[in-house]
């Protein structure tokens, strides 16, 4: 991930500019190039077939957009562009955006989000965190298959970590789980998934 300008933009000016370009996001006015790798793209392309059809077996009138951009309440500038998430479609209805462009301004329709962790490592476990349980989004799923995380976030020795944030009064629990432990996810409570099952 690189910083692309100096300048600084407003929400309004990023989705003008660059709203079509799945390579950015803003977060704080800073222009941010996710800079995707195929192994970071493999593992999220992994994990939103791997939901979908949890999704489709559980008959869910759910979906996982190609392309979606979030707003967090009380944010001026910054549009975040997840790696996957998962909507209720019954309440895309009240998104006031939605129609026109795929631009979520509040959590209500938002079940799942993840992001699969690459160079900006830091948003992933600090920013995002706090963002998504703004948007009071239910579950947070952090992929770090290449164990790029802080010591402080995923412990040491730094190793691939796959870490499951629930939101509970306003803040996510967090639960790691390390290469071959099965992950828990209350939300999909049948998922038979292991961090083996997406690694690129």
Known sequence: MTYTSSKLLSFDE???QYADDPRY?????ELRDMEPTGPHESVAGKLAGRLFVEILRLNLQWTIPKNCLMRPPGTEATALRPDVIVLDEADLAEE??????PVLTSGQAIRLVVEVVSTNWQDDYACKVE????????????????G????????KPKQPTFTVCQLSNGEYRQQQYRLGETITSPLFPELALRLNDVMP
């Open 14 to 16: 990023f989705l003008n």
């Open 25 to 29: 996001e803003l977060i704080d006015g």
């Open 96 to 101: 006031p955006l939605w129609e026109k462009q």
């Open 131 to 146: 963002d998504y349980a703004l948007l009071g989004i239910p579950e947070y799923w952090i992929a770090d298959f290449r």
């Open 148 to 155: 790029l995380g802080g010591m402080a976030f995923i412990g």
